[in-house]
């Protein structure tokens, strides 16, 4: 007998952007529970960007920099016969979105030093220009995929 897939929950668009994006974004920043915390670090980081490029809107180009760091394929392991392989797969649309928030994340907290909004900003407009962390991990990715093309027969 299947199981019932859970419904995917509808969050609230943020109040000043309009966005659903990042909403879900400061939700994922948010360390126990401090909502307003998180929303302040992102507010603060989205001025940073505006001072840094006043001819963009902070909101586009924090939508294009997760744009340029979602994977588009990675690898994951199968076992045929006692051996493991890293087999290439697409990527669907909503973990494409939760792997380049979270790389996002992991790459400013992997910075020590600065403020968090700070080194949000920094990341945001690395990630718009194709440059930073967590853009050369989405990079890594799809290296690895390119590299077990040979495997992608093994795909399920």
Same mark, same amino acid.
């Given at each position: ?59 586009? %180009?924090? @939508? #294009?920099? +997760? ?5 588009? *394929?990675?690898? /994951?392991? &199968?076992?045929?016969?006692?051996? =493991? ?8 649309? %909503?973990? @494409? #979105?939760? +792997? ?5 994340? *992991?790459?400013? /907290?992997? &910075?020590?030093?600065?403020?968090? =909004? ?31 093309? =040979? ?6």
């Amino acid at each position: 007998m299947g199981r019932i897939t859970a419904s995917r929950k509808q969050l609230k668009p943020d109040p000043v952007y309009g966005s659903i994006l990042a909403s879900k974004f400061i939700n994922c920043l948010m360390y126990d529970g401090k909502k307003s915390t998180a929303q302040a670090v992102f507010y603060d980081a989205m001025d940073l960007i505006k001072e840094r490029l006043p001819d963009a809107e902070p909101i586009e %180009v924090f @939508q #294009q920099a +997760l744009e340029n760091v979602k994977p588009s *394929i990675e690898v /994951r392991s &199968k076992r045929v016969g006692g051996a =493991a392989y890293q087999v290439p797969m697409q990527v669907n649309r %909503v973990r @494409q #979105q939760s +792997l380049a928030i979270r790389w996002v994340l *992991i790459a400013i /907290r992997e &910075k020590k030093g600065r403020a968090t =909004a700070q080194k949000l900003a920094d990341e945001l407009v690395a990630a718009y220009n194709r440059e930073g962390a967590a853009v050369s991990r989405r990079e890594n990715v799809h290296r690895m995929a390119d590299a077990n093309k =040979a495997f992608a027969h093994f795909g399920w």
